[in-house]
């Protein structure tokens, strides 16, 4: 990550910034920590978004997509395998057997929409931002505006990591059990 955001480190620095009030003030100048107009990411800053769209986003989602359809995919060829052996041994056992089935499919389902769901909507604002920002041709937000909310996107990219795991302990159960197993003294040591 250090070498994919390296022109951003070595772009960025102090610059000097002149306003000048239209109300007739007093112009003045005042030191900014930015990216300076002579680096390397102020001339390819196209490419910049681009790579940081598909380093932050487009990667970890696609990547969470295949993995989290893999286990749905196992799941349910699992439940399917588990019928199918019931179904020889006899009908008493294959209907409460069945019903744990259908339910751990249930909530592995409900998991991975949730999951995916919540870091799609915590992350793409952000990038949905800058790409409308980059392919602008006027500036349609002020740069005040587009500071705070590129701040209130950034927050909620950040919030997906706490959300995650109350999202896990809520949904479940087994997450819950094994969680709260980790603080109880006699599970360390016959798990061991």
């Known amino acids: 990550m250090c070498l994919v955001y390296l022109p ?6 102090l610059r000097r910034v002149l306003n000048v009030p239209t109300n007739g003030d007093v112009p003045f100048s005042y ?7 002579t680096s390397l990411i ?15 986003f487009v990667f970890p989602f696609g990547i969470i997509l295949i993995c989290k359809v893999s286990i749905l995919l196992n799941v349910i060829c699992l439940a399917r395998m588990r019928r ?31 999951l995916s ?23 349609t937000v002020s740069m ?11 927050i909620c990219m950040f919030l997906n990591n706490g959300v995650n795991f109350m999202l896990y302990c809520l949904i479940g159960s087994g997450f819950r059990k094994d969680f ?10 016959s798990s061991s």
């Open 8 to 13: 951003v480190y070595t772009g960025s620095g």
């Open 31 to 37: 030191d900014e920590c930015g990216i300076l107009t």
């Open 42 to 56: 102020s001339i390819n800053f196209v490419v910049v978004i681009i790579l940081d769209l598909c380093v932050l």
């Open 84 to 114: 199918n052996t019931l179904q020889e041994r006899g009908v008493q056992t294959i209907l409460t057997r069945v019903g744990k089935s259908q339910k751990m499919l249930k909530t592995v389902t409900r998991l991975i929409i949730i």
């Open 117 to 139: 769901t919540t870091y799609f909507l915590c992350n793409a604002p952000l990038c949905i931002f800058n790409i409308l920002l980059m392919t602008s041709k006027e500036n």
């Open 144 to 154: 005040e505006h587009a500071s705070i909310y590129r701040n209130v996107f950034h």
């Open 180 to 189: 709260i197993g980790i603080f109880k003294s006699g599970s360390r040591s």
